[in-house]
T-cell receptor, first 112, second 117 residues
Framework: KQEVTQIPAALSVPEGENLVLNCSFT??????LQWFRQDPGKGLTSLLL?????REQTSGRLNASLDKSSGRSTLYIAASQPGDSATYLC???????????FGSGTRLLVRP | GAVVSQHPSRVICKSGTSVKIECRSL??????MFWYRQFPKQSLMLMAT?????????EQGVEKDKFLINHASLTLSTLTVTSAHPEDSSFYIC?????????????FGAGTRLSVL
C-alpha cells in the first residue's frame, strides 16, 4: 500500500529565504507526482506535475524534483514571499485510474 | 485553467439530517469526478470515484449507503451525506478530470465544510 509522507509538517521562514519541502513515497511504481497548494479552507491549486520519466519541473520560483528510485521528491521555493504562505501537498498517481494519494502536507508561513 | 464549482461552501446541520453537496465543472465536461474528505491538519482521503452514467466506485471503508454519489450529467456530480452525525463533520472536496487535457490533470473545487451538531 502506497504511503506518502511530507516533512516538515510545518515551517516558518523569514521573507526572502529559499526553502525546500520534502515528500517521500514507499512504492516507486508511480505514474506521476504532483505538488499542490492549499490555502486555509480552500480547494487545491496544482503547482507542478512531474511524470515518472522526468527528473524535475520548473515554474517561476518553484522547482520540483523527482527521484523515483529512492521514493523522494522535493519542492524548492526561491526567494519566498508572504503570499507563499499556505499548505503544500504532494500527491502520487499510481496507475491509469487517476486516483491520487496525498501526503499530509507542509504548512508554510513566510514572515514579512 | 478549467473551473470546478462546489456548493455550498459551508453547511451546518442537525444530527440525523441529510446534506447534499454539488460539484460542477463550469467550462468543460467531466466523465470522471472524485470526492475527497479532509480532517483538520490531515491529508485528503479519496472517498469515491464518480463516473457519469454509472455507479460510483467507493474506496475501502467508505459506506456507500451513507455517502450517496450521483453523476447524472457530464458537468454535475452530487454527494449526499445521509443521516449525518457529528463524526461526519469534515471538509469535503471534489475534483474533476477535463477530458480535453492530458489524462493526469484534475481540477479541484473550493471545498465544503460540513459541521453536524
Amino acid at each position: 500500500k502506497q504511503e506518502v509522507t511530507q516533512i516538515p509538517a510545518a515551517l516558518s521562514v523569514p521573507e526572502g529565504e529559499n526553502l525546500v519541502l520534502n515528500c517521500s513515497f514507499t512504492d516507486s511504481a508511480i505514474y506521476n507526482l504532483q505538488w499542490f497548494r492549499q490555502d486555509p479552507g480552500k480547494g487545491l491549486t496544482s503547482l507542478l506535475l512531474i511524470q515518472s520519466s522526468q527528473r524535475e519541473q520548473t515554474s517561476g520560483r518553484l522547482n520540483a524534483s523527482l527521484d523515483k528510485s529512492s521514493g523522494r521528491s522535493t519542492l524548492y521555493i526561491a526567494a519566498s514571499q508572504p503570499g507563499d504562505s499556505a499548505t503544500y501537498l504532494c500527491a502520487v498517481q499510481m496507475d491509469s485510474s487517476y486516483k491520487l494519494i496525498f501526503g499530509s502536507g507542509t504548512r508554510l508561513l513566510v514572515r514579512p | 485553467g478549467a473551473v470546478v464549482s462546489q456548493h455550498p461552501s459551508r453547511v451546518i446541520c442537525k444530527s440525523g439530517t441529510s446534506v447534499k453537496i454539488e460539484c460542477r465543472s463550469l467550462d468543460f465536461q467531466a466523465t470522471t469526478m472524485f470526492w475527497y474528505r479532509q480532517f483538520p491538519k490531515q491529508s485528503l482521503m479519496l472517498m469515491a470515484t464518480s463516473n457519469e452514467g454509472s455507479k460510483a466506485t467507493y474506496e475501502q471503508g467508505v459506506e456507500k449507503d451513507k455517502f450517496l454519489i450521483n453523476h447524472a450529467s457530464l458537468t454535475l456530480s452530487t454527494l449526499t451525506v445521509t443521516s449525518a452525525h457529528p463524526e461526519d463533520s469534515s471538509f469535503y472536496i471534489c475534483s474533476a478530470r477535463d477530458m480535453r487535457e492530458g489524462p493526469y490533470i484534475q481540477y479541484f473545487g473550493a471545498g465544503t465544510r460540513l459541521s453536524v451538531l
